[in-house]
């Protein structure tokens, strides 16, 4: 089956600084990668994804790539703010298949 | 459109006792996900349900879990027999199926305390 592995499982940056969060998986079948972000005490939420037809996505200070070939993708958040503070969780999935989670990343956002 | 819809928020059970937590998915979407999450982990499955059939339990405990999801009404989750390592957040997410697969969408957790 998948499994999904995650670096680093804790990141501190400044404030304005950028934050990269590194995934890889395992099943070559796996073909979207959404991301989730979670505050203390409440649900995941996503933030983005990307399939695997597609490398790179952007969403204003959020941006996603995928290296099919190497099997990673990563999680890139530039100009951080301190709202940015959680635990941001990587996740692989093929159709008609439950998704795998990353172990987490606690991302903390220093001013 | 209420997303997913979680009860109890807080559930508190005696060891011994059952414990049912319930889910209401978005509405149009016919896929049910549980995951359960203990303090400071991650997001581990347990089961996959759609309306009246179980896709994929592979994550669920052989004992005391079981989880359903009728024609009418909410999924649920039923844990048996409560022991102190069952306390966790359980959270269950929707996705509407169909040609293509999407992101879940999470309800707020039942957040689960054996005592």
């Known amino acids: 089956g998948e499994n999904v592995e995650q670096h680093p499982s804790t990141l501190s940056v400044q404030e304005g600084d950028s934050a990269v969060i590194k995934c890889t998986y395992s099943?070559?079948?796996?073909?979207?990668f959404p991301w989730y972000k979670q505050e203390l005490g409440k649900r995941p939420q996503l933030i983005i994804d990307?399939?695997?037809?597609?490398g790179e996505k952007k969403d204003q200070r959020i941006a996603v790539t995928l290296n099919k070939t190497a099997k990673h993708f990563s999680l890139h958040i530039t100009e951080t703010q301190p709202e940015d503070s959680a635990v941001y969780f990587c996740?692989?999935?093929?159709?008609?298949?439950?998704?795998?989670f990353g172990p987490g990343t606690r991302l903390s956002v220093l001013p | 459109n209420a997303g997913v819809m979680q009860n109890p928020r807080h559930l508190v059970r005696r060891r011994g006792q059952e414990a049912r937590l319930r889910c209401s998915p978005m509405?149009?979407?016919?896929?049910v996900y549980w995951y359960r999450q203990l303090p400071e982990e991650g997001l581990k499955f347990m089961v996959y349900?759609?309306?009246?059939?179980?896709?994929?339990e592979s994550g669920m405990p052989k004992e005391r879990f079981s989880a359903e999801f009728p024609k009418e009404g909410p999924s649920i989750l039923r844990i048996q027999q409560v022991v102190r390592g069952d306390s966790a957040a359980y959270f269950c997410?929707?996705?509407?199926?169909?040609?293509?697969?999407?992101?879940?969408?999470f309800g707020s957790g039942t957040r689960l305390t054996v005592v």
């Open positions: 997410a929707s996705s509407p199926g169909g040609d293509s697969i999407r992101g879940y969408t």
């Open positions: 099943d070559s079948a796996s073909n979207y």
């Open positions: 990307i399939r695997s037809n597609v």
């Open positions: 996740a692989a999935a093929n159709y008609g298949q439950n998704f795998v």
């Open positions: 509405k149009g979407h016919s896929h």
């Open positions: 349900l759609q309306k009246e059939n179980i896709i994929d």
